[in-house]
């Protein structure tokens, strides 16, 4: 087991098999030292984690399924990696998009969730740009999705 995963052990997390597309796309593409990964939508073992922040979900339930999300992105960069997850360099970029009604304004409250996490997991590796946007709706009505850009050896 590789230092992250040691890291992520440690916190009580352990990294599922990476999600298979919904769709007609691929889950990352690399190019050069730049990994691409696919939004990753709030699902966990016990199904879809749906709801509309601002009228069916408060934040801290949003930023537990934008946790979700992170954990999902590591575990489609561990895939890319063959599996050595010691390969990641940086978390260069998150991008954000939360369920949410037109009234409600804490997306990067929410998206804190993920970089919370991954900073704690990660420590500097994880510190990141990002950005956490509304969305009227979301696939199959989740309440996060997010993507990222990670620089990997």
């Known amino acids: 087991m590789g230092n992250f995963e040691s890291k992520l052990a440690e916190m009580g997390v352990t990294l599922p098999e990476a999600p298979a597309p919904a ?3 691929v889950p990352y593409v690399q190019t050069g030292n730049l990994l ?3 939004g990753q939508i709030s699902k966990d073992d ?3 984690i749906t709801g509309k922040l601002g009228d069916d979900m408060d934040v801290a339930e949003g930023a537990k399924a934008a946790k979700v999300c992170a954990i999902a992105l590591l ?5 890319a990696c063959g599996g050595d997850l010691d390969r990641l360099v940086r978390v260069v970029k998150l991008g ?3 369920n949410s009604t037109p009234d409600f304004t804490e997306q990067p409250l929410v998206i804190n969730g ?3 996490f ?4 990660l420590g500097e590796t994880g510190k990141h740009a990002r950005a956490a946007v509304s969305a009227p709706s979301l696939p199959f ?4 999705e997010i993507d990222g850009v990670f620089e990997i050896r």
Not at 75 to 79: D, E, G, N
Not at 141 to 144: L, N, P, Q, T
């Open 141 to 144: 009505g989740v309440a996060v």
């Open 114 to 116: 993920a970089s919370d």
């Open 46 to 48: 016990t199904g879809l």
């Open 118 to 121: 991954l900073g704690e997991a």
């Open 23 to 25: 769709a007609n796309y």
């Open 96 to 98: 954000g998009f939360v």
């Open 36 to 38: 691409h990964v696919s």
């Open 75 to 79: 575990a489609q960069v561990k895939a």
